[in-house]
């Protein structure tokens, strides 16, 4: 059984920096690549960001420069540090394995004055 639990969103100000942090269990955490996903109210669910077992990074063009990904594996758990937030990354993001359909909760990030 897969799990995730994402955590870390909150109301920000623009401008502003946020840590999303996501565990995961059930799954081989070390050996597969980890991504972070988000929707926004009223669009599909979009790709943000992809970190491989080896630690190679990728990131959809609109976070490029500002979010940057990483993993803990000892801890199963990948993050999504948020730099220079804008309005438009208001989203619930989540985090999934790469190569398999499974979904956590989300956790609420928005950025508004």
């Known amino acids: 059984q897969v799990q995730l639990v994402e955590s870390g969103g909150g109301l920000v100000q623009p401008g502003g920096s946020l840590r999303l942090s996501c565990a995961a269990s059930?799954?081989?955490?070390?050996?597969?690549?980890m991504d972070w996903y988000r929707q926004a109210p009223g669009k599909r669910r979009e790709w943000v960001a992809t970190?491989?077992?080896?630690?190679?990074?990728n990131y959809a063009s609109s976070v490029k420069g500002r979010f940057i990904i990483s993993r803990d594996n000892a801890a199963k758990t990948a993050y999504l540090q948020m730099n220079s937030l804008k309005p438009e990354d208001t989203a619930v993001y989540y985090c999934?394995?790469?190569?398999?359909?499974?979904w956590g909760q989300g956790t609420q990030v928005t950025v508004s004055s």
């Open positions: 059930g799954i081989a955490f070390s050996i597969v690549a």
């Open positions: 970190i491989t077992n080896g630690g190679n990074t």
């Open positions: 999934k394995p790469a190569m398999v359909d499974a």
